[in-house]
């Protein structure tokens, strides 16, 4: 599954992130959030490198439900899920290596 170059209009309820199966990066951010724009080029060449991971790209802000369930302060933030269980997370990622350190712990777990 491709890289999401936009944010998703509505969120999943959790209830529905819970239950996602295989893996899935849920990028928490906002669209004018500078720290998220020059995370974008990171994100995406992460996930050129591993096809079948499915990304969902979360529009974050105050009293919006599934980022106050993941516990997100600051943008961006990226929740790796493996069979809708967090088995990782990077927040605010300024450099490839944080993401794919990111990633390298669904090697580390299997």
């Known amino acids: 599954m491709p890289y999401a170059h936009a944010y998703a ?6 209830d529905e992130v819970d239950v996602m199966p295989g893996t899935t990066l849920l990028e928490f ?13 990171l994100v995406e060449a992460a996930l050129m490198r591993r096809p079948g991971i499915r990304h969902i790209k979360v529009e ?17 933030t990226l929740v790796l899920l ?3 269980g967090e088995v990782a997370r990077s927040v605010r ?8 350190t990111l990633f390298a712990t669904l090697a580390d777990a299997r």
């Not at 951010?29 to 080029?41: E, K, S, T, V």
Request: charged share 30%; hydrophobic share 30%; net charge positive.
């Open 9 to 14: 209009p509505t969120e999943p309820a959790r």
């Open 29 to 41: 951010g906002a669209p004018w959030c500078g720290f998220c724009i020059r995370a974008q080029p």
């Open 60 to 76: 974050d802000g105050k009293g919006r439900p599934l980022g106050r369930s993941f516990r997100v302060k600051l943008w961006p």
């Open 82 to 84: 493996q069979d809708g």
């Open 93 to 100: 990622p300024a450099r490839a290596s944080e993401v794919d």
